[in-house]
């Protein structure tokens, strides 16, 4: 099967779901607007301070008001940080429940499904391309976006409030994870529209899955790589001691990487059996 063979089927997909591709685009254009703005941000207020001749460590002599000012709005930048990495961990779960409902679901709920497939598009070819679609966009979109975000975090290291890398949201917007579970939502999806058929149970047991796959990695990704013994001398860290441990566990950042390499690979390998398992169901059902 070539893009060539899908060019059709891709044509009448993205025209059908082009208000959706299109808001989501801007969403995405409006946070990483947003986040090279707040770095540059807390630059100018770092330089406005240095121009009133105090500093974070004098808040006395007449230099109480405008440390404090800057600490208070330095800090709203750091927020604003970890509100859009919640947003991105959020993403699977959208692409779950879209692909689930108004992609697949609908489209067997009210039949329409039949006249493509009478229009010389097999099953197989009407369910790759409603699946390029959202798998395009991710992957045109959010690699770069990851990158950005990393970028962006790495600046924040010489500011007095620096982004943790291994803060929850954080650590799943500066790494492969991101794209990793953006993936599995939409292979997630995918087969939780085939296997119900309907556009509201779809989506919840889509979001309902995913959303039970992506609690219990956050909860195994402290063990997905051998940690440290003993207590860290600085840098991010992960304690993972067990209650009552007599021995100190943790991760340094130095294991940022080891450990999203370990995971998105664990997430591609459910994408591809859940994205398998979809293709099967289909074949069997409709022969």
Sequence with gaps: ?????????????IGLH?????????LVLLAAIALPAGRWYVQSLTADLAATGCKVENTVHGCGIQVRGFLSRSLYV??????????????????????????????????????QWTQSVSPARWLAAKLAVPVGAVLLVLPAFVLLAAWIRRGSLDTWYPVPW???????????????????????????GLLTGRTVPAMA??????GAVEAMLILLRPRLWPALDGHPRGGGIWDVSAAGGSVPLYHPESHFWPLQLVESTILLTLTAAATLAAFALLRRRHR
Excluded at 205 to 210: E, T
């Design 166 to 192: 291994d803060d929850l949201p954080v650590y799943q917007m500066i790494g492969p994870v991101a794209v990793g579970y953006a993936l599995l939502g939409i292979a997630g999806g995918a087969l939780a």
């Design 18 to 26: 082009r208000h959706v591709l299109w808001a989501a685009f801007a």
């Design 205 to 210: 047991s889509a979001v309902s899955a995913v």
């Design 78 to 115: 750091n927020k604003m940080f970890s509100y859009i990495g919640m947003a991105v961990g959020v993403l699977p779960l959208l692409l779950a429940a879209f692909v689930a409902g108004p992609l697949i679901g609908r489209e067997f709920e009210s039949g329409t499904y039949r006249l």
């Design 1 to 13: 099967m070539t893009l060539l063979d899908l060019r059709g089927p891709l044509r009448v997909n």
